[in-house]
């Protein structure tokens, strides 16, 4: 392999490991749902339990696996999520690493920088494309699977693999299946096209590993957290609010901008007998990943993030094809391969590392915030609560969290948020002026049970600080006239626990009340 692409490699791994590093620095750039993920890991270590203590509906495996970040970073007085992204830095590596094996092996004719470029280019992908979503499960999930998808391109070409590099394949899939179910259907769209492209492919290494982990995965849940039963009812009963089945929603995504110029490469440009299986797999894959972010309904953006990474990853593996064609190399015949690599590797890095720095939450939860906003509440936070509980009064986990890991404040709710209301309410409901909120007896048990769950996490651990969502588009209510006061003042127990309380400042949509008189503090 020549000089310059190792330099061009280690050059990148650099940039990449920096830009991950830096962001876990920039408040608006530490992501929500990671932030929630390492203050549960935290909660689990202090002995509290998932899906008793602590309302979730998400699988406990991202939990339980983020522990350690959590655990190391008490322990060197370190931020938990400096650790989480080095974790994820190192996961990526091993990854890489090990799609790297499989592509040799797979492609043998292909010179050695091929392998290493196409994983370079994922690494590159896999860090730069979520932005500030970088960290949730369906990135995780997308480090879990590539590896599988070089091993079943190689199935395609009926390659035998050493059965090292497929067993680690398959069990790496399978965590990233039991991480992330709804992705499932990506295994059934590559195994069906392995049907029948490769009549008993089904049966191979891989398939059963990834069998055999999902397996253990649903046996660990009924024997750990069986409790999560009731998470699965109460999820299905209320969190349609946030769905929306509107295509042209689903479909408006910049992923999808990406995925349309690799279909366009796909078939403007021909393959070669070195890569047509590559290109096949990985198109068939962004299909079924593009299947799976819309059954999920949501049209949240890190859905796509695998996605995005696949069609990525195929205008990639495309324009090295020409590259390596001896007609497609006519026009560069006086640029050295090497060279151009090293050119472009540097280039493409530096985009996804500086892509990474600047995203940040922008329009996510409630309503549009200005780029300080979760600093300026952390801030408040910090001076008024520090080592203190705090509230929000909000239907999104947004910026509750990482208000809470970033101040060092606690939280005084079983919930991350307020995310069981709207669904309470139906769509009509929800948009009726005056909106229709119910007295005590008219509500349902489930509503009832909210209600007492907020009063006694209250009264167990009194928030020295309240933030009120006042923001006109609030989430999964869109814009109406639901109030979160005057909702919760209908309880009498909440009425007069509140009124303990002061007016302190606002910070953006926030209206930000203390515990106590001015001048006075009450509690712990």
């Not at 007085?77 to 400096?82: D, T």
């Not at 198109?283 to 796509?304: C, E, I, N, T």
């Not at 239907?395 to 919930?415: D, G």
């Not at 869109?478 to 509140?498: C, I, K, Q, V, W």
């Amino acid at each position: 392999m020549p000089r310059s692409i190792v330099v061009a490699g280690w050059l990148c791994a650099l940039f990449s490991a920096l830009s991950v590093w830096l962001r876990s620095f920039d408040p608006s750039a530490f992501n929500h749902d990671v932030a929630y993920v390492l203050y549960v890991a935290g909660q689990l270590l202090d002995g509290r339990a998932l899906y008793v203590d602590i309302v979730e509906e998400n699988l406990p495996f991202v939990f339980w696996w983020s522990r350690p970040a959590v655990a190391l970073g008490r322990a060197l007085s370190v931020a938990p999520i400096a650790i989480f992204n080095a974790m994820l830095v190192v996961g990526i590596a091993g990854a890489a690493a090990l799609g790297y094996r499989i592509l040799r092996e797979s492609i043998p004719a292909n010179p050695a920088a091929y392998a290493f470029s196409v994983v370079g280019a994922l690494c590159l992908l896999e860090i730069g494309a979520p932005g500030y979503e970088f960290g949730q499960r369906d990135g995780l999930f997308a480090i879990a699977v590539f590896p599988y998808l070089f091993a079943a391109a190689a199935r395609v070409d009926a390659v035998a693999l050493a059965p090292r590099w497929t067993l680690l394949a398959g069990l790496l899939a399978g965590v990233g299946f039991v991480l992330k179910p709804h992705f499932v259907v990506v295994w059934i769209v590559v195994e069906g096209f392995l049907f029948f492209r490769a009549p008993g492919a089904w049966k191979r290494i891989e398939n059963r590993c990834i069998a055999g982990v999902v397996a253990l995965g649903v046996l660990a849940v009924l024997a750990w957290t069986p409790s999560y039963l009731e998470m699965i009812a109460l999820a299905t009963r209320v969190y349609d609010a946030y769905a929306t089945y509107r295509l042209p929603v689903l479909l408006g995504k910049p992923a999808l901008i990406v995925f349309a110029v690799a279909v366009a490469c796909f078939f403007a440009v021909r393959a070669g007998s070195r890569d047509r299986a590559l290109r096949q797999i990985l198109l068939v894959a962004a299909m079924g990943f593009l299947a799976s972010a819309v059954v999920q309904g949501r049209a949240w953006d890190y859905h796509y993030d695998p996605l995005e990474i696949a069609s990525g990853l195929l205008i990639v593996v495309v324009g090295l094809g020409f590259w390596l064609r001896p007609e497609g190399a006519r026009p560069f015949a006086r640029v050295s391969p090497s060279r151009a690599f090293l050119v472009l590797w540097l280039v493409f890095n530096l985009v996804a590392a500086g892509a990474l720095l600047r995203a940040t939450w922008q329009v996510l939860g409630p309503g549009a915030q200005e780029r300080t906003l979760v600093g300026d509440l952390a801030a408040v936070a910090r001076e008024h609560a520090f080592g203190r509980s705090i509230w929000f009064l909000s239907t999104s986990i947004v910026p509750a969290f990482p208000v809470v890991n970033l101040s060092e404040a606690r939280w005084s709710s079983r919930y991350c948020c307020l995310w069981v209301v709207p669904g309470l309410y139906t769509p009509a409901e929800r948009q009726a002026r005056p909106f229709p909120y119910r007295t005590p007896s008219e509500m349902g048990a489930l509503e009832r049970g909210l209600f007492d769950a907020v009063v006694e996490d209250l009264q167990a651990d009194p928030p020295a600080l309240i933030f009120v969502d006042q923001s006109p588009d609030k989430q999964a209510f869109r814009r109406s006239e639901f109030d979160f006061l005057r909702y919760f003042r209908r309880d009498p127990r909440f009425a007069r626990f509140f009124a303990d309380y002061t007016p302190l400042t606002r910070v953006g949509p926030y209206a930000i009340y203390r515990r106590g008189k001015p001048g006075e503090v009450l509690g712990r």
